[in-house]
């Protein structure tokens, strides 16, 4: 049965950084696209960023730009996403998803088949 755990969310200030990591068992990373999207209390889920099977292509959305970094490491089966300069509009609970077509970067939650349980990061102003 695949899992995805998502980790190392928590509470910082704003400007801070954190590192989420989201690590995969039954299921080999290495074949899949795999994305961040987060949600906010009373808000609508929403892309954050995404990754190619390879690492070869990434895609941020537009509020992550500059600010957030998306990558995987497909031996340690873990795909990680580095979140720097941090506002209080980024308190939410993170999702790191898994999507079969390992080609793409879709910045669409449809396109994924697996997720994982959500680890909360929250933004202190």
């Known amino acids: 049965q695949a899992q995805l755990v998502e980790s190392g969310g928590g509470w910082v200030q704003t400007g801070g950084s954190l590192r989420l990591s989201c690590s995969a068992s039954g299921l080999t990373l290495s074949t899949y696209a795999m994305g961040w999207f987060r949600q906010a209390p009373g808000k609508e889920r929403e892309f954050v960023a995404s990754i190619s099977r390879s690492g070869a292509r990434t895609y941020n959305a537009g509020s992550a730009k500059g600010r957030f970094t998306i990558s995987r490491d497909n031996a340690k089966n873990t795909v990680f996403l580095q979140m720097n300069s941090l506002k209080p509009e980024g308190t939410a609970v993170y999702y790191c998803?898994?999507?079969?077509?390992?080609?793409?970067?879709?910045?669409?939650?449809?396109?994924?088949?697996?997720w994982g349980q959500g680890t909360q990061v929250t933004v202190s102003s």
């Open positions: 998803a898994a999507s079969s077509d390992g080609s793409k970067v879709s910045p669409y939650s449809t396109a994924y088949d697996d």
